[in-house]
């Protein structure tokens, strides 16, 4: 507003054609027009605290600018004033405030991709070699001055130029939004570039002149500039066409060469040739790097089709491949092939080794089946097979090929071992939409061919019912699972000779939307094959310990027990997160109870006994679980830390009936109690059983003699039942507790 004030009074002084009404007007219209856009931009300044910085940037730039206007009108006659005037250096200085604002403002603060900043390069470049070639070479021949006075002549337009680029590479860098606001921006810089322009024609030899339509000119791109500036930016918006980008590259990278070309050259010829070169250097660059994109692309997209283990199609391509196939209607055939007893080889020799077993599976059957046969891996044992043939003998003849290539020993680790395989087999059909369809009857037909041990069956639509209910069972389970509908049912544990209650049993439940309630007989098994395990137990555990902490704040005293599957206990993922929700719950450690079974130490020993000591570490106590029903030993009796042994319930069902099975229960009850174990008999079902166990001293029953599971709400309820009934006893008062 100074500078503008100073401008306005140097005009009033007096001089040749002084008192000209319209000098006047031009004074009042002035120091009205710099007041009110300096006022705007402080304005704005104030209301936007995050871009204050910029605004106030182009303020000291609209200052400096009208302070060079007020240093250059100081003459009494602007007509006597040599070209250039002191004041120049303040227009000039202006242009940083202008610059330091365009870069300022901006919506994205990200540093863009280096191809877009090539592609921006060549456009601006492109429009910097234009602008040049076609205003500033013309202007630069009707300047009859050199040097210095040339050089600043010509520096105005070119840096109104440059700013107005400066706009538009911010926008091919999507850090400008392609609105009003930035066109604007360009229009103003190129309404000073005009303006520049013909005030460079309008020199009258080497002073200044005046022209009243110049400085509507300037004001009015003061005006646009300073209205864009007030109005806040939107976020910047995405890439655009491709194609469209594409051939705008083409376009200004042709304008650069023929620039080069046909520039007239002489003293400025620099300003037309520099932004040349930028140009063709810039899309010369974007081309290279849009091979390697092209190159990394093509990698990429093989990746992507490629299982990393095996060098096989992965599951994506396979499926790709049928799909094309089905929609050019060609006939073939879909395999699935799912490996016998792999997962034993895993869990015995080693992931590594199971890798290596895969490794060799996918080369034999690459070796061993023509070209023209597809061979992937979808993923874990699974493999894929695609046959250009619909004739159902000769994909059977490709099944017993493969199965007769897989069975021969393979020498892996010092043992020689042969690789049984099952395969589901289907041909497309017209009324298939999708591979999904033939990856479907496929996976029935192969886990017919695997529960009837036959190798390889074809599909069958009269199998399919069962099929279908089981895999849409695994998609229903892992959906109940992320929905909460597991519920935890208990079974009380109580003392053979006091029966006071020691345990809680915590039995999992499948609370079905549309079936009710489901028993662990219907769906564990469907849990284990769809994987669902880890996801399955780690709920139960968290269920364990919420209900533990539930009953510990009702002031119930005793533990609750939860199976844990051999999987599970030897992954080294559950038993952390149990310790964690221990500890977050404030519970002690023996408040829960581990039972596994006699597969977790047959399976992996080493690791077993250490999962084992680490529950012991951390107060946890174990229990061998279904004892007599596998390949029992004393040995992990005598060396592992367990502090129960449950007897399985075939044996106590037994035990009135049958004098060997009752024999067997006492001699398993005097060898644990030699040990230091307690012993519990499960499948209580009468009296009479009961009576024998507390002859044999058994520690514990549980059995629906006792009681029937219940839901954690009935626990209590069921408690102060049991603690009044005739025959049991607590140690305090109606309050059940741990032996």
Request: hydrophobic content about 50%.
């Amino acid at each position: 507003m100074v500078a503008a004030l100073g401008a306005a009074s140097s005009l009033v002084l007096p001089g040749p054609d002084d008192g000209a009404p319209i000098r006047y007007a031009l004074v009042v219209t002035l120091l009205a027009f710099f007041a009110l856009q300096v006022i705007r931009l402080l304005f704005a300044a104030a209301l936007h605290p995050a871009r204050r910085l910029a605004l106030l940037f182009l303020t000291a730039g609209v200052g400096l600018w009208a302070a060079g206007a007020a240093t250059v009108g100081a003459s009494q006659a602007v007509e006597l004033v040599r070209f250039p005037a002191p004041g120049e250096a303040l227009y000039l200085l202006s242009y940083l405030g202008m610059a330091a604002f365009l870069l300022l403002d901006v919506a994205g603060r990200r540093l863009p991709a280096l191809s877009v900043w090539l592609e921006a390069a060549v456009v601006c470049g492109a429009a910097a070699c234009v602008s040049a070639f076609a205003v500033l070479s013309p202007l630069a021949l009707t300047f009859e001055r050199g040097g210095l006075a040339l050089l600043l002549a010509i520096l105005y337009p070119l840096i109104d130029l440059v700013l107005g680029t400066i706009v538009l590479a911010q926008l091919l860098l999507r850090q400008r939004e392609r609105t009003g606001r930035t066109a604007a921006l360009a229009l103003a810089f190129l309404g000073l570039a005009v303006a520049d322009s013909s005030f460079l024609v309008s020199l009258k030899q080497d002073t200044y002149s005046t022209n009243v339509l110049l400085d509507i000119l300037w004001g009015v791109s003061f005006a646009v500039l300073v209205g864009a500036a007030c109005t806040p930016p939107r976020q910047a918006v995405g890439q655009g066409s491709g194609q469209l980008r594409t051939r705008t590259l083409v376009v200004a990278a042709g304008v650069g060469l023929l620039v080069l070309v046909v520039h007239p050259g002489g003293t400025i010829g620099w300003v037309v040739t520099v932004p040349a070169i930028i140009t063709l250097v810039g899309a010369g660059a974007r081309m290279v790097l849009a091979l390697r994109e092209a190159r990394g692309a093509a990698e990429a997209l093989r990746l992507s089709l490629t299982d990393e283990l095996t060098g096989l199609p992965n599951r994506r391509a396979v499926l790709a491949s049928a799909d094309e196939s089905l929609r050019e209607r060609r006939a073939f055939g879909f395999m699935l092939l799912d490996l016998d007893g792999f997962k034993d080889i895993n869990d015995s020799l080693g992931h590594g080794t199971g890798d290596e077993v895969l490794i060799a599976v996918a080369r034999r059957m690459r070796d061993a089946l023509p070209s023209d046969v597809v061979v992937a891996r979808l993923g874990g044992d699974e493999f894929a097979l695609l046959s250009l043939t619909d004739d159902d003998l000769e994909l059977l003849e490709t099944a017993r090929r493969v199965r007769e290539v897989l069975m021969a020993p393979l020498h892996i680790d010092n043992l020689d071992l042969a690789i049984g395989a099952s395969i589901g087999i289907t041909v497309a059909g017209q009324d298939d939409a999708s591979a999904t369809d033939l990856l479907r009857r496929a996976d029935v037909a192969m886990y017919e061919a695997k529960e009837s041990r036959s190798g390889a069956l074809l599909y069958d639509t009269a199998q399919d019912g069962y099929s279908r209910q089981r895999l849409r069972r695994g998609e229903e389970l892992r959906h109940a699972i992320a929905s909460n509908e597991l519920v935890l049912w208990y079974q009380p544990q109580v003392d053979a000779v006091s029966r006071r209650v020691t345990a809680m049993e915590a039995l999992v439940r499948w609370q079905h939307p549309r079936e009710g309630l489901l028993s662990p007989m219907l769906f564990l098994s469907e849990a284990r094959r769809a994987g669902l395990m880890p996801a399955l137990s780690d709920a139960v555990m968290r269920m364990v310990v919420s209900d533990t902490r539930a009953f510990v704040d009702a002031g119930y005293d005793f533990r609750v027990a939860m199976n844990c599957a051999p999987p599970e206990l030897l992954g080294g993922q559950l038993l952390p997160r149990l310790y964690e929700e221990l500890a977050e719950a404030d519970l002690p450690g023996d408040s829960v109870l581990i039972e596994v079974t006699e597969d977790s130490f047959l399976s992996d020993p080493e690791r077993a006994r250490d999962a084992l000591y680490d529950l012991r570490e951390h107060e946890v106590q174990a229990s061998i679980d279904d004892y007599g029903t596998g390949f029992s030993s004393l040995a992990y009796l005598r060396d592992l830390p367990v502090q129960e042994l449950k007897i399985d319930r075939s044996f106590v069902s037994a035990l009135t009936a049958d004098h060997r099975t009752r024999l067997i229960v006492q001699t398993t009850t005097q060898m644990a109690h030699a040990m230091g174990l307690r012993v519990v008999a499960e499948g209580v079902e009468d009296e009479q059983t009961a009576t024998e166990l507390v002859a044999m001293k058994v520690d514990v029953l549980q059995g629906y003699h006792i009681a029937a599971p219940m839901p954690p709400e009935q626990v209590g309820p069921w408690l102060r039942r049991w603690a009044t009934g005739a025959g049991r006893s607590t140690s305090a008062g109606t309050t059940p507790s741990v032996a």
